[in-house]
């Protein structure tokens, strides 16, 4: 289990002090934990004490051995290999094509793995923060991911007002920010090898002071340091694609939970949807809806 695994499992039991410094740990991850102590606990507005019993709690002696296997962790995510070169490496050492089954027993498997790497009061914040009604919630993703972030958007549009999906090339994205307000909020996927253009679109999000849920694999992108919540999906396949089946599920269940919290609004907008099109079906086809003489 990786040093953010260990974390994630013991976030929801920690007291309010440490749980500080594990919020700090995992908003600005692997940064702050190969910072000093007393910079991890200025980042927390804790005390260097707290972080020590933090770092106990997740399962180290001393602060030098949290360290020691946190650059190791490190060095292992900078050496993630691309695409090609895993696709070579499983060409190699596994020549036989995986049947259907095969493939749906590693789906499985990284579903389960998912499960135990996101606390449940990390999925309860992300809806909390998608539901709030003051805020308008804004959606984007990568090049292989950013289909689901339109899914989840077309579908959250339905269910609550002022949802967008961050439409057109990076360089529309800025004439974009302008209606971003503080404390709006963003979804945003990001998965290795992870996008420059992305990075930079949550350091202006933080700016401008919207609060950021990041969807992203057991490495975390670099935009775990801006975001408030973030989400690790188990995305190995042992092929030469990652899979996006782990973060379509925590999509849908996202989705799920947050149309079942707005569902005293969600009904009448939906019904209003619904009215549109029976009463305008031409319309809602996008046609005219006027009628031939």
Known sequence: M???????????ALPGAEKKVAHAFLAQYPSSGLSTIAALAEVAGTSAPTVLRFITRVGFESYPDFQRALREEVQAQLMSPSPLERGR???STQPDTPGLRTSFARAEANLHATLEAIPESEFDAACELMSDPKSACYFL??????FIAGYMAAHLRIIRPNVRHFAGQT??????????????????????????????????????????????????????????VVLPCVVEAGRTWDSSVTLLALSEALIDRVSRGQWSNAQNRMQALEDIHWNNPAAAEGGTGKKEP
Do not use: C, N
């Not at 990786?2 to 929801?12: E, N």
């Not at 993703?141 to 950013?146: A, E, V, W």
């Open 141 to 146: 993703g990568g090049r292989f991911t950013d």
């Open 89 to 91: 490496s499983t060409t």
């Open 171 to 228: 360089s529309t994205w800025h004439d974009q920010f302008l209606d971003i307000r503080a404390g709006d909020v963003a979804v945003l996927f990001d998965i290795r090898r992870y996008q420059t253009d992305l990075i930079r679109l949550g350091e202006i999000l933080v700016e401008r002071r919207a609060r950021i849920v990041l969807i992203t694999d057991p490495w975390l992108s670099p935009l775990a340091r801006s975001a408030h």
């Open 2 to 12: 990786s040093i953010r695994d260990q974390v994630h499992a013991i976030l929801g």
